[in-house]
């Protein structure tokens, strides 16, 4: 069962255009995890990735079903906004995690609580 039939020719280009451009910019953020060296690095391409490929996704099924007028769009927004609020919180739960085990490790690429303070300026340790 599919409506690609009654879908018009410019819906159609329209729609495999974001398709496309979101697929293609999820694969880049896949091969960036693949491709960087350190946990810190890797996280910010999947997200990346995942929010500017979901936002392009989104944009191609708002179109492809505003046109087909099967459904309404809110679906599409509420996943679009779903993804960009969630995404930013898992990076931070699992950046702030691995920094938890790097210094309890005592990973000297990590720098300790005091550093940070001293940047920071306020002579209080930040975060965590």
């Not at 210094?103 to 000297?108: H, L, M, P």
Request: proline share 5%; charged share 10%; aromatic share 8%.
């Amino acid at each position: 069962m599919t409506h690609a039939e009654a879908l018009p020719a410019w819906a159609a280009l329209l729609t495999a255009f974001f398709v496309l451009l979101g697929a293609s910019l999820t694969l880049i953020g896949a091969i960036g995890t693949l491709q960087l060296r350190t946990f810190f690095e890797r996280i910010h391409a999947p997200t990346l990735g995942t929010s500017w490929g979901t936002g392009a996704i989104v944009i191609g099924s708002m179109i492809c079903f505003s046109v087909l007028q099967t459904r309404f769009v809110l679906h599409e927004i509420l996943i679009g906004i779903f993804v960009t609020v969630t995404t930013p919180v898992t990076l931070m739960l699992l950046a702030r995690a691995a920094l938890y085990r790097d210094r309890t490790e005592g990973n000297v690429e990590v720098p300790p609580h005091e550093v940070v303070a001293q940047k920071d300026g306020s002579g209080e340790p930040t975060g965590s």
